[in-house]
């Protein structure tokens, strides 16, 4: 009863600090992250402090302990989330959004960036505390295990969960797993609100695409083989990509690359869930979305007449050919349809290894009306 008086006692503590850290939107983006920042590792620091209060006024009981600090990363979390919600709004990113902040889309994404550097750092912080934490009860059972079992022992807090984790506590110990694995939520909203900064440019360039008059030209029609400029101007903002990345990845930065390790990638279209999170990992998931999304304009083209089949595979080459100067694996749906807008009409059923719904709808694009 004295522990669980004492650890509510910390946990109420704990609470009225969390509450009073500044993290709300700002003005700017940059401002709101910088605060964030500033509030994160305030909240290291306090926990630096209270870990020592915590296993004295428990009498180092040591699941007790674990689970204030618990409490007060899960409250943390729920603050970031809120304020990066609080940021997607204010950006508009999402469809039917209307744009609060007077900022570009590109100032959006390197504050988000930023943040997600600062969630890496925050578990890290969150690393070296465990470790910290570990040490200084290996430490003090070394010294006092008698003392210190006795008296969990005499005021009735040595409870099954406190004594297996002091009796199995090594350097190896995962005491703030949980904690760590929290984070992982905040990371996945920052990299999501990252994406999709980019994919408005991507939605923006390609919308309406599908109505374009070029897919219906006169069979008579002069085809000349150059891309459309919807596709060019695709083209090229993914070729810039690596340039205006490249700020984040030139030097050793062990926050975003920490960060980027907790990201699911499998979430977005043509990742699977074995991506390695790095730079890398992140461009192809930009050029996997962009795919998608073309896919899903191509898709809606009522019809195509012969020029505009011409027009749709030169279209269709030069995507293909600068995820080839990327490196960027193409995504299926793309080579397929590439292979159903350059087969004879009269041979699509022939095509072996297509998904029927895919050439289906090409054929029927194709067919004359």
């Known amino acids: 009863a004295v522990v669980s008086t004492q650890s509510t006692g910390v946990k109420s503590s704990l609470l009225r600090d969390i509450h009073s850290l500044p993290m709300r939107l700002r003005k700017t983006s940059s401002?709101?992250?910088?605060?964030?920042?500033?509030?994160?590792?305030?909240?290291?620091?306090?926990?630096?402090?209270?870990?020592?209060?915590?296993?004295?006024?428990?009498?180092?009981?040591?699941?007790?302990?674990?689970?204030?600090?618990?409490?007060y990363f899960d409250l943390l979390v729920e603050k970031i989330c809120?304020?990066?919600?609080?940021?997607?709004?204010?950006?508009?990113?999402?469809?039917?959004?209307?744009?609060?902040?007077?900022?570009?889309?590109?100032?959006?994404?390197?504050?988000?960036?930023?943040?997600?550097?600062?969630?890496?750092?925050?578990y890290l912080h969150i690393q070296q505390l465990e470790a910290q934490t570990v040490d200084t009860v290996l430490s003090s059972l070394s010294t006092d295990n008698d003392d210190i079992l006795s008296s969990l022992q005499f005021w009735g807090d040595l409870s099954p969960a406190n004594s297996s984790l002091l009796s199995s506590?090594?350097?190896?110990?995962e005491l703030f797993r949980k904690c760590r694995e929290m984070f992982s939520r905040p990371i996945n909203l920052a990299n999501k609100l990252c994406v999709d900064f980019v994919m408005c440019s991507v939605r923006t360039t390609v919308h309406g695409v599908h109505?374009?008059?070029?897919w219906l030209s006169d069979e008579g029609a002069v085809f000349t083989p150059s891309p459309l400029s919807y596709i060019t101007q695709l083209g090229d903002y993914l070729l810039l990509l690596p340039q205006q990345l490249e700020p984040f990845f030139t030097e050793e930065n062990t926050p975003l690359d920490t960060a980027l390790k907790q990201v699911d990638f499998s979430l977005f279209p043509g990742m699977t869930d074995d991506v390695e999170g790095d730079a890398f990992a992140w461009l192809t998931c930009i050029c996997q979305s962009t795919?998608?999304?073309l896919v899903e304009v191509i898709l809606r083209i009522p019809s195509l007449t012969g020029p505009g089949c011409k027009q749709l595979c030169s279209d269709v080459s030069y995507i293909s050919n600068v995820m080839g100067a990327l490196e960027i694996p193409l995504s299926r749906d793309i080579t397929d349809i590439s292979r159903l807008l350059n087969t004879p009409i009269e041979g699509l059923e022939g095509v072996e290894g297509v998904p029927k719904y895919l050439k289906g709808?090409?054929?029927?694009?194709?067919r004359p009306n």
């Not at 109505?211 to 070029?214: P, Q």
């Not at 709808?361 to 194709?366: L, P, Q, S």
Request: glycine letters at 4%; a negative charge.
């Open 31 to 71: 401002e709101s992250v910088s605060e964030l920042h500033a509030s994160t590792k305030m909240v290291v620091d306090h926990v630096s402090e209270y870990i020592p209060l915590c296993l004295e006024c428990t009498r180092y009981a040591l699941a007790d302990t674990v689970s204030a600090i618990e409490f």
């Open 82 to 122: 809120t304020l990066i919600k609080d940021l997607r709004a204010a950006f508009g990113v999402d469809p039917g959004t209307t744009q609060r902040l007077q900022e570009d889309h590109w100032v959006g994404f390197q504050s988000c960036f930023n943040l997600l550097q600062v969630l890496g750092e925050c």
């Open 169 to 173: 506590l090594s350097p190896e110990t």
């Open 211 to 214: 109505l374009n008059k070029e």
């Open 291 to 293: 795919m998608f999304s």
């Open 361 to 366: 709808k090409i054929a029927a694009m194709r």
